[in-house]
């Protein structure tokens, strides 16, 4: 694709991300599609579309973290993966937002906030190198892999739909998480892990409520 090409295919990339359809289309059924809802208190029902939601803007962070490495990924091969990686995301995504028009929620209203952000530290770590870029992807999987499993620990026990989406999604991260690696990736600095902790903490935090 010539440049033009390209600022039209990431500008819609980032539209249909930020832009949720009525129904979003996912090239897997929902790990959630044959099971049945359950009766959830209101309170339940809050505290899950809370959860779902800042699951959701996670995310739509990974949309815009694989689409700012791909367009400044060196070779050839390593766009290839983050491009393969973001359409795996694009499931994640249809999953959560089914999930929160179930709960008669909606996605985060800070989420174009946090995928301008997430869009700009993906292209700082591709200009920094395939094997820095790798390594952000395989540090921020495994954080994400962690988070995920402390909302599962925090669902209701009865939620299976919900229950089975995260444990999915989580098992989807790991695998990215090991192919970055196996790509080349290295270890990133203690404070640059720290510095990304910090500011899922505060994703997490807003999201959950606004």
């Not at 996912?26 to 699951?55: F, I, W, Y």
């Not at 990924?73 to 937002?97: F, G, N, R, V, Y």
């Not at 929620?105 to 770590?125: D, K, V």
Request: with cysteine; charged share 20%.
């Amino acid at each position: 694709m010539n440049i033009l090409d390209t600022l039209i295919y990431e500008v819609d990339s980032a539209l249909r991300t930020l832009f949720p359809p009525a129904k979003r289309m996912s090239t897997r059924p929902s790990p959630a599609e044959q099971l049945s809802d359950t009766q959830l208190t209101s309170k339940e029902k809050k505290h899950v579309a809370g959860l779902m939601r800042v699951n959701h803007a996670g995310e739509v962070c990974a949309q815009a973290l694989y689409q700012g490495q791909a367009l400044t990924a060196q070779l050839t091969h390593i766009k290839k993966q983050m491009s393969d990686a973001a359409a795996e995301e694009i499931d994640h995504l249809a999953w959560c937002e089914a999930r929160l028009t179930e709960l008669g929620s909606q996605p985060s209203r800070l989420n174009a906030f946090w995928y301008g952000g997430s869009l700009l530290l993906g292209a700082i770590a591709g200009l920094a190198g395939d094997k820095v870029s790798l390594g952000f992807v395989a540090e921020t999987e495994r954080q994400v892999s962690a988070h995920l499993q402390s909302h599962l620990d925090k669902l209701p026990i009865d939620d299976k739909k919900s229950q089975a989406i995260l444990s999915k999604m989580k098992e989807d991260e790991e695998q990215h998480a090991t192919a970055a690696l196996n790509a080349g990736a290295i270890e990133l600095p203690y404070l640059v892990k720290q510095l990304m902790g910090v500011v899922s903490k505060l994703m997490t935090r807003s999201s959950y409520y606004v």
